[in-house]
């Protein structure tokens, strides 16, 4: 079953503008992770916010995660061209291995 | 440099005739993953060995089946393909939390893509 709703389903901006992805769940995580995905191509792991943490920044990244409202969000700020991509929110419950569930995505395409 | 590597890139089949699609891996990692990802849709999950332990997901179709003959390497094997089976098949490794050097993230190959004709 699908945890993980994304909103919106597409984004699509100018360059330098920010970009924001919504990610909603419905149970209880260990952590929450981020995952792009270039046309045709796997998954690239952008970054990983474990349930106690608020906020976490990657370069021009920035994830919040809200566990009291089961939801996360996705800034890319500065975007650039090289953005352009399918971007997914994925769910975990740690303990041996992890099991990710993944949302249907957000496809941003960022405009020169 | 490590990575996750996944044989064919492009794979066609004629329906009902088996195919296997390979993936390996030099992360050395204990976990390897297989999904399925349909057009615009996200990565389902079909199964993954934790070392040589083989976890099936319950919804997984038993048309479906994986081999595991070492670390490295890990198999997915379509009994019958049909029509619905065309979709990107995506490997992944990740190293079990709480192991040395262990965290929850999972790194991926590049895909198989299966078309079914």
């Known amino acids: 079953s699908q945890q993980g709703e994304e909103d919106p389903q597409a984004l699509s901006i100018q360059e330098g503008e920010n970009a924001t992805m919504n990610c909603s769940y419905k149970?209880?995580?260990?952590?929450l992770q981020w995952y792009r995905q270039n046309s045709g191509r796997g998954l690239v792991h952008l970054i990983l916010?474990?349930?106690?943490?608020r906020e976490k920044h990657s370069g021009r990244l920035r994830v919040t995660l809200d566990t009291s409202k089961k939801s996360s969000s996705l800034l890319i700020t500065a975007s650039r061209a090289a953005d352009t991509a399918s971007y997914f929110c994925a769910t975990g419950r740690s303990g041996g291995y992890n099991k990710l569930i993944f949302g249907a995505g957000t496809r941003l395409a960022v405009h020169p | 440099d490590a990575m996750v590597i996944q044989n064919p890139r492009y794979q066609v089949t004629q329906f009902g005739k088996p195919v296997t699609l390979s993936c390996s891996q030099t992360?050395?990692?204990?976990?390897m993953y297989w999904y399925q990802q349909k057009s615009s849709q996200a990565p389902k999950l079909l199964f993954h060995y934790y070392d040589k332990d083989f976890n099936n997901e319950a919804d997984t179709p038993d048309n479906f089946q994986s081999r595991r003959p070492n670390t490295s390497f890990c198999f997915l094997d379509i009994r019958s393909p049909g029509l619905g089976d065309a979709a990107m098949y995506l490997c992944?490794?990740?190293?079990?939390?709480?192991?040395?050097?262990?965290?929850?993230?999972?790194?991926f190959g590049p895909g198989t893509r299966l078309t079914v004709l």
């Open positions: 149970t209880s995580i260990n952590n």
């Open positions: 916010i474990r349930s106690n943490e």
């Open positions: 992944a490794t990740s190293r079990a939390a709480g192991l040395a050097g262990g965290s929850d993230t999972q790194y």
């Open positions: 992360l050395n990692h204990n976990v």
